[in-house]
Structures are given as C-alpha cells and as structure tokens.
C-alpha cells in the first residue's frame, strides 16, 4: 500500500516537473524568437574613423561632408551637434521648411546600422538622424565635401560670427584639414584667413600624349610637410561615379610637386573624366583624401595618334611668337576650362552639379605676350584666335597657344539665365589670363537659371505619394531637341511624401521620370516645358503593382527572420525532451 502511494506521489511529481518544464521551454522559445527577430543586422565601421554629415548654417550648403575619429563622433563627441533644446525644427535640414534668419538649426548625420538606428561600430551606438530623411542627404547632393575656405565662407555668408566659425573648424578635427592645419602651424586663426587656399591644394592639369588607347595624366599637388599618397580617378562618367584609381609618380609626395601617371588599355574615340587626388597621412586614423577638379580628354580614333603641346617643335620652329622675333622657336601653351550649372551659387564646381554644353567661348589675344594684363587691344597686334563650343561635359579647349595675354570670354544666350561668376571672381564671363610658356591655364564660367520643376510621384490607386523615390529630369540642352547630344540630365531624391522640386534650372524643354526604389517602378514619362520664373508642373504616377488573385501562393517563400521559426524549433525539441522525460519517469517507476 505505502509503495503504491509512494509511486502516485512520484508520479505526480514527475509530471508537474515536466509541465513546468513545457511551460519553460514555450516561454524560452519564444523569447529567443522574440530576440532573434529584433536583434538587428551589425554593420562594421573602421574602429578610428568615420565618415559624417556635419552641419552648417547654410541654406545652399546645409552639410559639409568630413571624416573624423570615431571618440569625436560618439555621444560625448556630437552632443553639441543635434538640434538645440526647444526647437520645432525638423531634427535634419529639409528644403520644404522656412528658416527663420536667427533659428536656421538643424542635426548632424552621423551613420548607423543600415536598418536605421542600431549599433555602427560593434556595441557602440553612434548613429544620429540616421533617419530616412538623415539617410537621404547623407547620400545626396547636400552634404558636399567642402574645403575648410568653402565651409568659412557658407557660414559667414549665414550670419555666423567669424570666431564662431574658427573655432567650429578647430573643434571638427577633420581629416580633409590636416595637411592644411599643418601647414598653418596647428590651427585656423582669423590671422591665417588668408592662407587657407593657397597652403595646400590639389590641382588637375591637362592630359598630354593623348593617343586611341592611351593618354598621360598631369596635375600638381601642394601639401607642405604632410607625407600624401599621389594618385589619380579617371573614368567615363563625368562625376567620377565608380571610377578607377591609379598611382602617381612620384609618391608620396611633400611640398608642391608635379605628378603624373600612364593610362593604357583605354577605347579609342572614347571621352575619359579624370583628376589628381591627394591621400594625406595614409594609413593613419586622420587619413583625408583631396581632390582636384574634373577634366577630360577624348581618345583619338583607332590608328590615330595625338601628339602632347609641350612636345610639338615643328609648327612652333616656324611662327612668330605673340610680342617676339619672328623664326624664334617656341614652348606652347594651352588653356582650358568648364562651363557649368552653379545650383548652390559657391563658384566651385563640386563635381555633382550639371555641365552645360553648346555655350560659345571666344579667345582674343592681347598682343604683347609679356605683360598678361588685358590693356586696350592693340590694333596692328592684339586680335581674335579663335572660337568653339563646349562639349558633352561643358569643358573647352584652345591648345598650342604662344605664351602671353589672353582674355577667354562665355557667351549663353537663353532666356531667364544668368551668369553667376567666372575665374577671375567676376559675373561678366569674361576672364584675362596671362599664359606662360609651357603652361595650362584655366578660365572657368558658372551660371544659373531661374525656372523650376515640381511634382510628386504617386502611386496611382492609392494616391499616396512614393518616399524617397529617384527623379530624373532631362533637359534637352540649347538646341531644343531631347534625345541629342547636348541632353543634360538633373537628379534628385524625392521627399518623404514623394514630392520633388528643381529649383533654378535654365528654361528649355524637359522630360522627367520617377523610380520607386523598393520596387523598381517606374513612371510614365511627364514633359515639361520651362519658360518663366513660374513653377511647371510635372506629376510622375507609378502603377500599382497587380493584386495577387485569392487563394494563390506567395512567391517569395517564408521570411527567414519570422520569430515563429527559432520558436517553433526550440517548442519541437523541448517537447521530445519532456516526453522522453516521462517515458523515464514511468520506467522507473
């Protein structure tokens, strides 16, 4: 009797530890499936530096892109960089809102998880505003690698006191300005101002020994004492987008130095977008790269063989140079230039701001060949060399040049446009320029038109407009003809609500595009015709995609992420564990 009772009470035992056992191992499951589900996806960062978007207080030029040390970046390090307390502000800087003079505030972008808000650099949190919207200018046209002179400038240009904007500078420790601060001994001081832009720089010269299947590439770099690693990007896309790197010789370099490298293996009659780059303290934590300008060369037709200016000796053994004796040989020179679309109005061609094609460049020499000022044109020397027009890429050429003064003057003759600033600083598109022997020289011409685009890309059953979507605007260029050559296409990231807005774009006809990122959608075409200060509008509807018939299967399979699945696994396993547990309590009973 007692040992019969004795087994009941052990039975009973045994199986409210199993139950209790069941009911653990379902809340076990479920939690790992809850933990697997909302863990996100880490993505690594170098452990010492990272790239940010760092404000301003500029309309035009809300972000300067930098790249700093990851202590500068965490929450001690950017805590002065989010919106000030009390702010309405959106925590971004957006296009659509009306800053007030004294309240133009808005966040850093500083990168995290690619899900938008988790860990960045391992189990340190340092995304800020790594919003949709933050996500957005990260990517985009408004966070521009501005030089230290180029973010001075915007800032002032904002209201922002002088000594603020030093400090602000100072207290960045960007990489891009550490050749620079080590040449101005350190820091940036309003006593140094002046040096800013001639202390260090990064500049691209002209490609020589052109030839159908290779070319040399030319530039100079000046960098003081900083050890910087030469090279040049080169590639067929006229920003540079995804392009090939080579190395210069001599590198690396110090103080100012002239580089060069050798391209072979290219396409014969294929136009090619280059320039010089600087890697400044390789290797190191406070690694920045400079680059120089844009420029661009054409292959010469298979067979075909272009012979660089600085090597030609048999025209120049046979002309009379500008100001000398007649039959004195001659080093040529050359000059060169871009015409460009100047959107944010900082006379820099950024690199992604639109070239303009077909505008009219005129040469006239002075006449003397010594002095290099532009004096009243002599009549029996001074006169016009030559005219041509800018390509594809906006740039120009006037090559074998002899040695002496020249003025380069732009002509853009199209309704609502305005010229907004040339080399020489002015807005009159007319630049003067003396040409040394041997030399490459620049002349530059920026302008800006006043017509604008708007719309929305929109889903068409819905209604609802398409965040974030990619819009494409192609203007057919001076000659009124979309699909020809002189095409210049304009792009822009829709805003949340997926409304768009080309502000200031020249007056002509346009057709424009949108492309719904998530989905690969993509809209009708919508033209546009821009002939006034007047926004034209241009609505950009998306088809819905075809509802999927009941019944039917999914396509895609199950979500691997789904919580249900570890769940499920971990709820299988523990109950062919409890049952095998009974099966032993029984036995030995």
Not at 171 to 177: Q, R, V, Y
Not at 576 to 587: E, T
Request: proline share 5%; glycine share 12%; charged share 10%.
């Amino acid at each position: 009797m007692m040992n019969t009772l004795q087994s009941r009470i052990r039975s009973l035992h045994d199986r409210w530890a199993a139950d209790r056992a069941v009911v653990a191992v379902i809340a076990f499951a479920v939690m790992a499936g809850a933990f697997v589900w909302v863990t996100p996806t880490i993505v690594e960062a170098s452990p010492t530096k990272i790239t940010i978007c760092h404000r301003t207080h500029s309309l035009t030029n809300p972000y300067r892109r930098i790249t700093v040390s990851t202590n500068a970046a965490q929450s001690g390090g950017h805590g002065g960089h989010d919106l000030p307390n009390g702010s309405s502000n959106p925590a971004v800087f957006d296009p659509n809102v009306t800053y007030a003079s004294n309240n133009k505030y808005w966040g850093d972008v500083i990168p995290g998880a690619s899900d938008g808000g988790g860990a960045y650099n391992g189990t340190t949190s340092l995304a800020l505003n790594w919003s949709a919207a933050g996500r957005a200018i990260f990517f985009g046209a408004l966070c521009p690698g501005l030089t230290a002179r180029q973010f001075y400038d915007v800032e002032l240009a904002a209201g922002v006191p002088s000594a603020d904007i030093i400090a602000d500078l100072n207290d960045m420790a960007a990489n891009e300005d550490v050749a620079l601060l080590a040449a101005l001994g350190g820091l940036f001081t309003s006593g140094n101002l002046s040096n800013w832009t001639t202390a260090v720089s990064v500049t691209t010269n002209a490609a020589t020994s052109v030839g159908s299947a290779g070319a040399t590439l030319n530039g100079s770099l000046t960098v003081g004492a900083t050890s910087t690693v030469a090279g040049f990007q080169y590639g067929t896309s006229s920003t540079l987008a995804s392009p090939s790197s080579v190395s210069a010789t001599p590198s690396p370099v110090t103080n100012t130095t002239a580089v060069t490298a050798a391209l072979s293996g290219l396409t014969p009659s294929t136009t090619y977008y280059f320039r010089v780059t600087g890697t400044t303290n390789a290797g190191t934590p406070t690694e920045g790269v400079l680059y120089g300008d844009i420029l661009s060369f054409t292959t010469d037709a298979d067979g075909a063989t272009t012979t660089a200016a600085a090597t030609t000796t048999t025209a120049a053994a046979t002309t009379t140079t500008v100001g000398g004796s007649a039959g004195t040989a001659s080093v040529l020179s050359d000059l060169h230039g871009i015409v460009w679309f100047d959107r944010n109005r900082n006379g820099v061609f950024d690199g992604n701001e639109w070239v303009l094609p077909g505008v009219t460049v005129t040469l006239l020499s002075d006449g003397t060949g010594i002095t290099g000022s532009f004096a009243p044109l002599r009549t029996q020397q001074a006169g016009f060399v030559g005219t041509t027009v800018t390509a594809a890429d906006g740039s120009y050429s006037f090559a074998s040049l002899q040695p002496g003064g020249y003025r380069a003057s732009a002509s853009a003759s199209i309704a609502g446009f305005e010229y907004t600033s040339d080399t020489d600083g002015a807005t009159d598109w007319i630049v003067d320029v003396k040409i040394p022997a041997g030399r490459t020289e620049r002349a530059d011409f920026a302008g800006l038109g006043k017509g604008q685009i708007v719309g929305q890309v929109y889903e068409t059953t819905t209604m609802q407009g398409l965040p974030y979507a990619d819009v494409t605007c192609h203007w057919a260029g001076y000659d009124d003809v979309l699909g020809s050559a002189d095409d210049v296409a304009f792009a822009v990231v829709a805003s949340m609500a997926g409304e768009y807005d080309f502000g200031g774009v020249p007056y002509g006809k346009f057709t424009c595009d949108g492309l719904d990122r998530s989905s690969g959608r993509v809209s009708a075409p919508a033209d546009a015709t821009v002939l006034s200060p007047q926004a034209v509008t241009a609505e950009l509807p998306i088809q819905s995609p075809m509802p999927v018939p009941a019944g039917a299967l999914p396509t895609t399979g199950s979500n691997p992420r789904s919580p249900l699945v570890p769940a499920l696994v971990f709820l299988v396993v523990g109950t062919i564990a409890v049952r095998l547990g009974r099966r032993k309590s029984r036995f030995n009973a």
